[in-house]
C-alpha cells in the first residue's frame, strides 16, 4: 500500500518546525508502523535527506521509548499498544496520516518527533524508590503482601513511562504517570516507611516541571498503552490529603 | 506537648498547605461543588412548591425565614446558608481559575491535528459553562432574591414568591436565559458530580459506569426540576 505522511519535521530544541508531507510506496501489512516509518528513512537518506527522528528501543511494548499522536491520537488509538506494537494492516492504501510530537512544556520537542522526557526522570527522583538497607539479603517472601495489593502494585508498575498521557491530555498533565509511580509503591509493606514523604515530594516534582492538573476528562486512561486507570489518581489524590493533613511534624 | 496539640497547632498550616497543592485545589473544589450541588437540590425541590399554589410557597418562603425560632432570630439561619454558599461559590471559582491559567501555560504550543477520544460535552464546557452560571447567579440574586431587574417599578413584593416568579418568567427572554443556565447547569453538574467522586478517590475501575449514570440522572433531574418553573409559566400553567 501507499500512503501519505504529513510529518512536523523540527531541526533542534530552538528552530521552529514546520509540517512535511511525504509519500511512502510498498508498505506491506506485515510492518509495524516503526518499520513503516524506517523504510521512509531509508528512502530520504537515499535522496541525501534528513531521516526523521523518533525514538525507539525494545519495539515490543516495555520499554516507553516511542510515542507520538498519529492523526491527532496518542500511540494511534489501538487500546493498550504502543506506536512499535501497531501493525501496519489497520492501514489502508491511500490513507493519509498525520504525525505530530508530544506536546507539553515539560517536554521540550528535540528534534522531529523526539521529545526530551526527562521530567519524568526528575518526578521518580524527588520519591519513586524505596530506601533498604544494605545487609544480607532478605528472605524472599519474608514480606506477605496481601492479594489485592500486590495486584494494584503489579498493574501500577506496569506504566512504562512512554508520556503519551501528558501528550492525550487536555492540561498536559502528568496526573497518571505520577499516579501509577506512587500506587506502585504505597500499595506495598516495602513502600509504607516513606509513604507521605514520597507522595508528597513526587506531587511537588510534578507541579515543579510545569505539567498541568487533572480535569478528569479521561484522555490518559483512554490511550495510556498499558491501560493504568485514572482511579490510581483518585488513590493518589487520596494519599496527598492525608499525607498533607495527618503527617506527624517532625 | 501531646502530639495532638501539635496537630491542632499546626492545622491551619496543613490546611494551607492543601490549597497551595494543585490536587489540593481540586479536592476544594470538589468538596466546594458537593456543598453547591446538595444547595441546588434543595432549591429545586423547593421551587416545585409553587405547583401547590401561592399560598404553600409564600408561606415556604416565610418558613426558610422563621425557621430556628426561638434559637435563632428572624432570618438568621438563611443568613449563616448564604455565607457558606457564598465562601463555597468563591473557593470554587477561584480554584477553578487558578488551575485554568497553570493548565493553559502547561501547553504553550498546540496541536494541530488532536482529537478526543474520551472526554464528554459536560468535561469540555466546564470553563465556559461554569462563567455562564457564575453570571447567572449574579443575575437571578438581582432578579428574584432583590427584585432590582426585570420587574417593573413595584411590581416586586418581598416574600410574594408566587407573584413574583409569574411576574418575572412572563418576560420571555428573562425565562428563556433562566433555562439557558440551567442547560449550562445539567452539563456542569452531568461531568461536576462524577468529576468529584473522581478527585476525591471514591471511582473505581468497576463502579466508573454505574457512577457517571447517576450523576448523569441527578443532573437531568435537577435540570427538569428547575425549567418546569419557567416552562409553566411561559404556557400559561402558573399564573
Ligand atoms: C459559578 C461559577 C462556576 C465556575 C467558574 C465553575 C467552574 C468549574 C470548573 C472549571 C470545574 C472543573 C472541572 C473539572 O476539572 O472537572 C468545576 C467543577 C465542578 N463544579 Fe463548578 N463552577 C461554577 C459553579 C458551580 C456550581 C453553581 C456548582 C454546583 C451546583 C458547581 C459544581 C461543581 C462540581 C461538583 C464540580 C466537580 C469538582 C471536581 O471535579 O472535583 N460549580 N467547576
Ligand atoms: S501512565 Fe500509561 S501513558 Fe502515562 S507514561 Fe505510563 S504507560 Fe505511558
Ligand atoms: S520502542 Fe519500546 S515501547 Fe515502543
Known amino acids: ?250 | 506537648m501531646t502530639e495532638s496539640a501539635v496537630a491542632t497547632k499546626a492545622a491551619p498550616n496543613r490546611l494551607l498547605a492543601l490549597w497551595s497543592s494543585v490536587i489540593g485545589k481540586k479536592v476544594v473544589m470538589a468538596l466546594t461543588g458537593a456543598v453547591l450541588v446538595l444547595f441546588v437540590i434543595a432549591h429545586m425541590v423547593g421551587n416545585l412548591k409553587i405547583f401547590s399554589g401561592p399560598v404553600e410557597i409564600n408561606a415556604y418562603s416565610r418558613f426558610l425565614r422563621e425557621v430556628g425560632y426561638p434559637e435563632l432570630g428572624y432570618g438568621q439561619l438563611l443568613w449563616i446558608v448564604r455565607i457558606v454558599l457564598l465562601i463555597c461559590a468563591v473557593l470554587h471559582i477561584t480554584a477553578a481559575t487558578q488551575l485554568t491559567v497553570m493548565n493553559r501555560k502547561a501547553r504553550p504550543i498546540g496541536y494541530e491535528s488532536k482529537k478526543d477520544v474520551e472526554t464528554t460535552w459536560g468535561a469540555l464546557t466546564m470553563r465556559w459553562g461554569g462563567v455562564l452560571l457564575a453570571v447567572f447567579i449574579v443575575f437571578h440574586l438581582f432578579h428574584f432574591t432583590a427584585g432590582m431587574v426585570g420587574f417593573q417599578p413595584g411590581q416586586f413584593e418581598h416574600l410574594m414568591v408566587y407573584q413574583n416568579v409569574v411576574a418575572g418568567f412572563s418576560v420571555v427572554s428573562i425565562a428563556l436565559f433562566y433555562i439557558l443556565a440551567m442547560c449550562a447547569l445539567c452539563l456542569h453538574l452531568d461531568h461536576g458530580i462524577w468529576s468529584a467522586l473522581q478527585t476525591l478517590g471514591w471511582v473505581t475501575t468497576d463502579n466508573t459506569k454505574s457512577l457517571r449514570i447517576i450523576s448523569r440522572l441527578i443532573a437531568i433531574v435537577i435540570f427538569a426540576g428547575f425549567i418546569s418553573v419557567p416552562i409553566s409559566v411561559l404556557a400559561g400553567w402558573v399564573r
Open chain 1, 1 to 250: 500500500m501507499n500512503l501519505t505522511l504529513k510529518v512536523w519535521r523540527q531541526q533542534d530544541a530552538k528552530a521552529a518546525g514546520k509540517f512535511v508531507s511525504y509519500q511512502v510506496q510498498n508498505v506491506t501489512p506485515d510492518m509495524s508502523f516503526l518499520e513503516m516509518l524506517d523504510l521512509l528513512n531509508e528512502n530520504l537518506q537515499t535522496k541525501g535527506e534528513a531521516p526523521v527522528v523518533f525514538e525507539h528501543d525494545c519495539r515490543e511494548g516495555i520499554c516507553g521509548s516511542c510515542g507520538f499522536l498519529i492523526n491527532g491520537v496518542a500511540h494511534g488509538g489501538h487500546r493498550g499498544t504502543t506506536v512499535c506494537q501497531l501493525s501496519m494492516r489497520f492501514f489502508k492504501d491511500g490513507d493519509s496520516l498525520t504525525l505530530e510530537p508530544w506536546r507539553a512544556k515539560a517536554f521540550p520537542v528535540l528534534r522531529d518527533l523526539a521529545v526530551d522526557r526527562s521530567a519524568f526522570d526528575r518526578i521518580i527522583q524527588a520519591g519513586g524508590f524505596i530506601s533498604a538497607p544494605t545487609g544480607g539479603a532478605p528472605d524472599a517472601n519474608a514480606i506477605l503482601v496481601p492479594k489485592n495489593d500486590a495486584e494494584r502494585a503489579f498493574d501500577a508498575a506496569a506504566c512504562i513511562g512512554c508520556g503519551a498521557c501528558v501528550a492525550a491530555c487536555p492540561n498536559a498533565a502528568a496526573m497518571l504517570f505520577t499516579s501509577a509511580k506512587i500506587t506502585h509503591l504505597n500499595s506495598l509493606p516495602q513502600g509504607q516507611p516513606q509513604r507521605d514523604q514520597r507522595t508528597l515530594d513526587m506531587v511537588a516534582a510534578m507541579t515543579e516541571e510545569d505539567f498541568g492538573s487533572c480535569t478528569n476528562h479521561g484522555e490518559c486512561e483512554a490511550v495510556c498503552p498499558k491501560e493504568i486507570p485514572i482511579e490510581f489518581i483518585g488513590r493518589m489524590n487520596r494519599d496527598l490529603i492525608h499525607a498533607t493533613l495527618h503527617r506527624r511534624g517532625e
